[in-house]
């Protein structure tokens, strides 16, 4: 072997030793290294195949490995300093998931490449979910998904998205809130109420109606899916802030936020000043804490701090003020109260009956809300007209009965009063003609507050709870542009109806003309032959697209009283209403006009006075009286400026003027001048030469004579009715209750009017007569009148 060399240099080295020349078992040990060796010389010669690319894949994975640590290290951003929670995603190393995955990707690609045919959208102004919303345990692939966007009355979050299986599509708006719900069928166990109800940080999301019985919503469910629309139940949106039932107003004391608590141990007199805020006022200081009020109390003798605290709440106080007060914006037609007439000159006046009452409830808002009375509010006739007379009803065939009254006046020294009432006939309900009502709803921007839209809904519902099965409703609503919500339906189906206006929510401009031009040709489209056709339009007045102007809109109303359609407004609201417009309308559309401004108002008006403001049993209904010179020196009428009509105009047929209504009264009062009494107000006599100037003893004690003419609902032809007044002399002592209380009611108005023509303004005097005249007051409707005087008595001292 080439290895025996060693063999001679391990014995040559042996010999050097004592030791024996070879160790027990040598020979076997080194057999074994022989071996070994000629292992490790074959093993040098094979060089394996894949040893070279396993080198390489090395470097490689080794260089990219320091460049990475390396671009971290350059790139890596300063962090906050706050709590970091990372997530470490493993490489995938099973096959099915990544084939599962694969296979996802795939089929979302293709659904949103894929293209559906166009979808109209429909507006729908509710928070309620169309019955198309169902959401499916299982995908449908049925139909495409449907788009309905609604308009939410949500203010305190910007966007609600909810999302169904499908196409998720955002849509941005201007509005103060908005919902956008895009989704295939839904189930009726998946309702959107049910999914969305619950609970997130800050946000509660609860349905109104939750109580409900299974057995309950499966009939819900059933009559929905009939009307459209699959969950009838409202879904509310609230802050966490909000969910409490508490209602408690905060407490600032010296500068400070101080508990209830603390405030009513306080010692009335240490108390400084004390104020009030509330509404916006309130809010914009405090936030929602305040939202129920903020009452703010200063002590006596502050520290130095709490003096420096109340400067600054001060402060801020007076800046918030400023920034929320705004101008009032509301609209009244200006006019010059009537001035004397002399006898000799002028002996008829003639004018057409009103039957409005919208300034007496429109003043009452002002003066219970504190504020300045605009005297072109004040219609005098109005406020008379509001309340009922103790007339008894016609005999004959006559539509109204005729009651006159003569007696002093108690705002002027020896002039007299001439009371003219006209008493509709009552016609009992199930004598009534078949009714065929057209809703004509504003739901533009400016009707999205409490005493606008919510008010008008409700008070909707209580002249639905007046109608008979047999009557038919139909709605119409303008914003932006007008639309039919619903089809004439029969009263009896209230329910359909009552979502209907529920599903109604404010936003847009207001194209009014539009509204008015779809509301009469619906009505036309379902007349009925001697029945009621009327539309009652509910708004605050503020047209501002189409026919907005006054001219504009009488044209248009006048054009669309030759249908036989009458026409009745409900105003609502403050700020920016403008009775001028509402005014125009009914006066020139065979129409008449209430202003809503509380539920107890709409109770009177739409419920307890129903028949008599929805049935008129006569139509341009004018009269003239002609005043006899023997005892009359001059006269003037109290109010109804805006429905004087010239003398010739009383016999033509063509002139329009004002409707009475089932069981309606109507009264009018004349202030007259005697012959032998001397006053400041007899205007100066222009002593003409041709006039003739002869008495009129041949006539007797005749006063007066009255002439009232009236067409049929359905006639063109006018009727006349005539009634003589005698010159019968009676002081107020013997005056009747009903001529008191009417009297002081034209006193106050009057005196708000701040008229030129009268002498006596004392407020307790006009509070005493009332008094005086407040008769049995079952509705307790004078009784308020009397506490109206009582509240502005306090606002004039």
């Known amino acids: ?90 490489p995938i190393t099973d096959t099915h998931i990544v084939e599962i995955d694969h296979t996802t990707k795939e089929n979302l690609q293709k659904e949103k490449n894929k293209v559906y045919p166009k979808v109209e959208k429909a507006i729908v102004y509710s928070n309620y979910v169309p019955k198309s919303l169902r959401m499916p345990n299982h995908v449908s692939t049925a139909s495409p998904p449907t788009y309905i966007e609604t308009s939410d009355a949500v ?17 941005e708006s201007t509005t103060s809130s908005s919902t956008v719900v895009t989704t295939t069928n839904i189930s009726p166990q998946y309702s959107a109420v049910n999914t969305l109800q619950g609970r997130v940080a800050g946000i509660q999301i609860t ?62 007199d240490k108390i400084g000043s004390l104020n009030i805020l509330k509404g916006a006022s309130a809010t914009a200081i405090y936030g929602s804490k305040a939202s129920h009020g903020v009452i703010i109390a200063t002590t006596k003798k502050l520290s130095k701090r709490e003096r420096k605290r109340m400067e600054k709440l001060q402060e801020e106080i007076s800046k918030h003020k400023q920034i929320l007060s705004t101008p009032n914006e509301e609209s009244y037609d200006a006019f010059v109260e009537n001035p004397f007439e002399l006898t000799q000159n002028q002996p008829l006046s003639t004018f057409s009956i009103d039957v409005d009452n919208s300034s007496y409830s429109n003043i009452r808002r002002m003066i219970n809300n504190g504020e300045t009375i605009n005297k072109n509010a004040v219609r005098i006739e109005e406020m008379i007209n509001y309340f009922k007379y103790d007339y008894p009803q016609p005999k004959n ?46 739901v533009s921007g400016s009707m999205n507050e409490q005493n606008k839209l919510p008010l008008l ?61 779809l509301a009469y040709k619906m009505a036309q489209e379902n007349f009925v032959k001697e029945g009621n056709n009327r539309v009652i339009i509910a708004t605050d007045g503020d047209f501002n697209v189409g026919a907005s102007s006054g001219s504009d809109l009488q044209t248009l109303i006048e054009n669309k009283r030759k249908s036989g359609v009458f026409l009745t407004c409900l105003g609502f609201g403050m700020g920016n209403y403008k009775d001028n417009t509402l005014e125009t309308l009914a006066n020139k559309g065979n129409g008449n006009y209430a202003y809503i401004d509380n539920m107890q108002e709409a109770n009177k008006f739409l419920g307890k006075e129903f028949a008599g403001n929805m049935y008129a049993i006569a139509k341009d209904v004018k009269i003239q009286i002609e005043f006899n010179p023997e005892y009359v020196k001059s006269y003037r009428l109290i109010g109804y400026e805006n429905r004087k009509l010239r003398n010739e105009d009383f016999v033509n047929d063509k002139i329009d003027a004002g409707e009475l209504g089932s069981g309606h009264t109507v009264t009018a009062l004349y202030e007259v001048i005697p012959t032998d009494i001397k006053s400041d107000f007899i205007p100066k006599d222009s002593n003409l030469k041709y006039t003739l100037n ?55 108005g009057l005196v708000l009017r701040n008229s030129e023509l009268i002498t006596k303004k004392d407020l307790s005097d006009i509070e005493n007569l009332a008094k005086q005249g407040k008769n049995k007051d079952e509705q307790g409707y004078r009784s308020e009148f009397i506490r109206l005087i009582e509240s502005y008595k306090t606002t004039q001292k």
């Open 1 to 90: 072997m080439e290895n025996n060399h060693i063999d001679q240099q391990f014995n040559e080295a042996s010999k050097l030793s004592e030791e024996p020349t070879v160790f027990t078992g040598f020979d076997k040990v080194w057999d074994k290294v022989e071996e070994k060796l000629d292992q490790k010389k074959e093993k040098k010669k094979i060089i394996p195949v894949w040893f070279p690319y396993g080198i390489a894949a090395s470097l490689m994975i080794g260089i990219g490995a320091l460049y990475f640590l390396n671009k971290k290290e350059k790139e890596q951003p300063v962090k906050p300093e706050m709590a970091e929670h990372k997530i470490l995603q493993e």
């Open 155 to 171: 203010k305190s979050i910007d966007e609600v998205v909810m999302t169904g299986y499908g196409i998720k599509k955002k849509v």
């Open 207 to 268: 349905s109104s109606d939750s109580r409900l019985q299974r057995n309950n919503e499966i009939k819900n469910t059933f009559n929905n899916i009939n009307s459209g629309y699959l969950d009838n139940k409202p879904v509310m949106i609230r802050g966490a802030v909000s969910i409490s039932a508490e209602n408690t107003p905060l407490y600032i004391i010296n500068g400070k936020v101080e508990g209830a608590d603390y405030f009513r141990s306080l010692n009335p």
């Open 397 to 442: 065939n006559d539509p109204f009965s005729i009651n006159t009254e003569y007696n002093d006046a108690p705002w002027n020294s020896n002039h007299k009063l001439l009371k003219i009432g006209l008493q509709g006939k009552n016609i009992p309900m199930n004598l009534l003609p078949v009714s065929n009502l057209i809703f004509l709803i504003d």
């Open 457 to 517: 809904k409700s008070s909707f519902k209580v002249l639905l709870s007046q109608l008979r099965p047999k009557d038919k409703v139909g709605i119409v609503v303008y914003a932006g542009n007008a639309g039919m919500v619903l089809p004439s339906t029969f009263a009896g189906d209230k329910d359909k109806i009552i979502q209907a206006l529920d599903r109604l929510q404010a936003g847009g401009s207001t194209a009014g003309g539009e509204g008015i031009e």
């Open 694 to 748: 002869a008495s009129s003893k041949e006539f007797g004690d005749e006063l007066a004579t009255i002439k009232f003419r009236y067409k049929e609902p359905d006639g063109d032809t006018s009727r006349e009715i005539t009634q003589i007044v005698k010159n019968i002399d009676k002081r107020m002592a013997s005056a009747s209750l009903d001529f008191k209380f009417a009297s002081s009611v034209a006193w106050f």
